[in-house]
């Protein structure tokens, strides 16, 4: 496990596996990291996978009030730790906020929802 910290200093908590192009996962709103623990290592074989829990869920820590904007900024560090820019897939609400990332501007070359 890493952590990185967003850019209001909460603590993300990520795994990173393989090698090769980035592509970060995300996932919906009562999930940990580990929901997408197959995905990463079906993924792994030709890309680095970054698998993060998203605030206030598993290993990441939680700033309060909860705002959308904060975990965009979250992502935008995942990201950030990929390399730069990066793939993007999201199930379920993870979904709907990997749009609105990339709405926002961040560096998702490719979404998945």
Do not use: K, Q, W
Not at 33 to 42: S, Y
């Amino acid at each position: 496990m890493h952590t990185t910290r967003s850019a209001d200093g909460t603590a993300i908590a990520f795994d990173r596996t393989g090698s090769g192009s980035p592509v970060v996962l995300v996932s919906g709103a009562s999930c940990a990291r580990g929901i997408h623990a197959a995905l990463a290592g079906l993924l792994a074989a030709g890309h680095t996978v970054v698998n993060y829990d998203r605030r206030g869920r598993g290993d990441s820590g939680d700033i309060l009030p909860y705002a959308v904007e904060r975990e965009i900024e979250d992502l935008g560090a995942v990201i950030e730790e990929a390399g730069g820019s990066a793939a993007v897939f999201g199930n379920s609400s993870g979904a709907v906020l990997a749009l609105r990332a990339a709405a926002a501007g961040l560096p998702i070359t490719r979404l998945a929802l």
